[in-house]
């Protein structure tokens, strides 16, 4: 059976990394619209919901490196300082999960969309594989080294080790 994939999941993996709303409700659209264009191109070696979010993983990708880093930079500072942009539907967390993404904020890009592929949006090895373009010892070397440094950056926050180990 396929799993059907709703434009909020590509959404919130988007905004995760773009961190601006608006860009990633324009990145979701792309992303469907080159599926729709490319869906002849799918080869069935993976589920359709991987190959969704390789494809939104690519578009926000090429999206970054056509931003000068100047403007990529002004946007980074402006959106730390107001992170009321986000609708509700998108920050209702519990407290433990506000924490838990402000933390992951922190991190490196690779070690964040790591964390959140696996961690969070629950793909296997091979899936987050495929998403990401990687080896499988990458991904599990990577995935390894980002939770040392998240729990890293939990502990520089503050959080005690029982607050972390809900958190993780």
Not at 52 to 60: D, E, G, K, Q, S
Not at 145 to 152: D, F, M, N, T, V
Request: overall charge positive.
């Amino acid at each position: 059976m396929v799993q059907p994939v709703s434009s909020d999941h590509l959404q919130v993996h988007i905004l995760m990394m773009t961190k601006d709303y608006q860009q990633a409700e324009d990145l979701t659209h792309e992303t469907f619209l080159k599926a729709f264009r490319q869906h002849h191109s799918f080869r069935q070696e993976s589920s359709p919901k991987t190959w969704l979010f390789r494809i939104a993983h690519n578009v926000t990708v090429d999206y970054a490196r056509k931003q000068k880093p100047v403007r990529l930079v002004m946007e980074l500072f402006r959106q730390k300082k107001d992170t009321s942009l986000l609708p509700e539907h998108f920050v209702e967390m519990k407290e433990n999960s506000k924490e838990l993404y402000q933390a992951l904020e922190m991190l490196k890009d690779s070690h964040r969309e790591v964390i959140i592929l696996r961690k969070i949006k629950g793909f296997s090895i091979s899936e987050t594989c495929a998403i990401l373009g990687w080896s499988e010892t990458k991904v599990k070397s990577t995935l390894s080294r980002a939770i040392l440094a998240l729990e890293k950056t939990l502990t520089k926050e503050g959080y005690q080790d029982e607050q972390r180990s809900k958190l993780l």
